[in-house]
């Protein structure tokens, strides 16, 4: 069974700040996701990425690490409004099940 | 307004009594699928379906039941509700064909007495 682990924090930054969220997967993952989860709320996607490298949208920049089983995500500018739970998806290539970790708490102080 | 609605949204119920959790999508998505969320646990899928009639296991399936009748609704059932299912329970969709992107619907806090 697919192991997703996520450091659960909680993870505090300064505003303005860089910060940066990670993930290990145990098994071979085609496409990784990050979700964002406020308290009480539901998981919003955030990004997706399917291929190795660096992905960016806005202050977002996603990298996948597929040889190492190793995905994660860098928040620029970091704002209080970022503050939440951060959860990393990873669904595995000829399979439809995806596999959530723990989630990491993010908080960013003004 | 494309969205996954879910109902009820609260309910407390007594053991054993049959309940069902009703989830609905109009984006026309092909893969949708029911997660429950524990503190410390995280999110664990319970169901999903790929297609109408399609329906497959997740990791915490026991106790459930779920039927995909039309491509817009994904009912899960619990047959004889236990304590230990109480839970926030999340129904979710995505187009398929290789576009995983999931879209949640709000949530549905169960507890069972």
């Known amino acids: 069974q697919k192991e997703v682990e996520q450091n659960s924090g909680p993870l505090s930054v300064p505003e303005g700040a860089i910060a940066s969220l990670n993930c290990t997967y145990s098994d071979r993952g085609s496409q990784s996701f990050w979700y964002r989860q406020y308290s009480g709320k539901s998981p919003e996607l955030i990004m997706s990425i399917y291929s190795n490298g660096d992905k960016e949208d806005g202050r977002f920049t996603a990298q996948l690490n597929k040889a190492s089983q190793y995905v994660s995500l860098l928040i620029r500018d970091s704002q209080p409004s970022d503050s939440a739970t951060y959860l990393c998806?990873?669904?595995?290539?000829?399979?439809?099940?995806?596999?959530f970790g723990t989630g990491t708490k993010l908080q960013v102080i003004p | 307004e494309a969205q996954v609605t879910q109902n009820p949204r609260y309910l407390i119920t007594v053991t054993g009594k049959k309940l069902t959790v009703t989830c609905s999508q109009n984006m026309n998505h092909e893969y949708m699928s029911w997660y429950r969320q524990d503190p410390g646990l995280g999110l664990r899928q319970i169901y999903y379906s790929m297609n109408v009639e399609v329906t497959d296991k997740g990791d915490v399936p026991e106790g459930y039941k779920v039927s995909r009748k039309e491509k817009r609704n994904f009912p899960l059932i619990l047959e004889s509700p236990s304590p230990n299912q109480t839970s926030l329970y999340f129904c979710a969709s995505s187009l398929g064909q290789g576009y995983n992107e999931q879209f949640f619907g709000p949530g549905t806090r169960l507890t069972v007495l």
């Open positions: 998806a990873v669904k595995e290539g000829g399979y439809q099940k995806v596999t």
